[in-house]
Nanobody, 121 residues
Framework: QVQLTESGGGLVHPGGSLRLSCAASGSIFSIYAMAWYRQAPGKERELVARVPNSGTTSYGGSVQGRFTISRDNAKNTVDLEMNNLKPEDTAVYFC???????????????WGQGTQVTVSS
């Protein structure tokens, strides 16, 4: 019904930058909010950044000022610009679409498969 496709992960040196992208496809009428979460080995999944369709962004405390989330409501895409990356940012990053309204009238949430970000010298 809905598929979230992520791209842009990889290996980067400390202090470097990466841009993650996520595109939602399927029988979508609207999406209330899109977000990025991450999960490091041995840790719980945590919110990185979130943007509802109002455009008001929110960030996890450790990335505030370094990461920027942006969204294109018309294209159902969300990007995450990550600057000044640190080794502790190493994790699998997941795209999340919250309260997707399908053209059938059904509602659901959806996760992407995840993309690896590794920050290492």
């Amino acid at each position: 019904q809905v598929q979230l496709t992520e791209s842009g992960g990889g290996l980067v040196h400390p202090g470097g930058s990466l841009r993650l992208s996520c595109a939602a496809s399927g029988s979508i009428f609207s999406i209330y909010a899109m977000a990025w979460y991450r999960q490091a080995p041995g840790k719980e999944r945590e919110l990185v950044a979130r943007v509802p369709n109002s455009g008001t962004t929110s960030y996890g405390g450790s990335v505030q000022g370094r990461f920027t989330i942006s969204r294109d409501n018309a294209k159902n895409t969300v990007d995450l610009e990550m600057n000044n990356l640190k080794p502790e940012d190493t994790a699998v990053y997941f795209c999340y679409a919250e309260r997707i309204m399908l053209t059938s009238g059904r509602w659901l949430d959806s996760w992407g498969q995840g993309t690896q970000v590794t920050v290492s010298s």
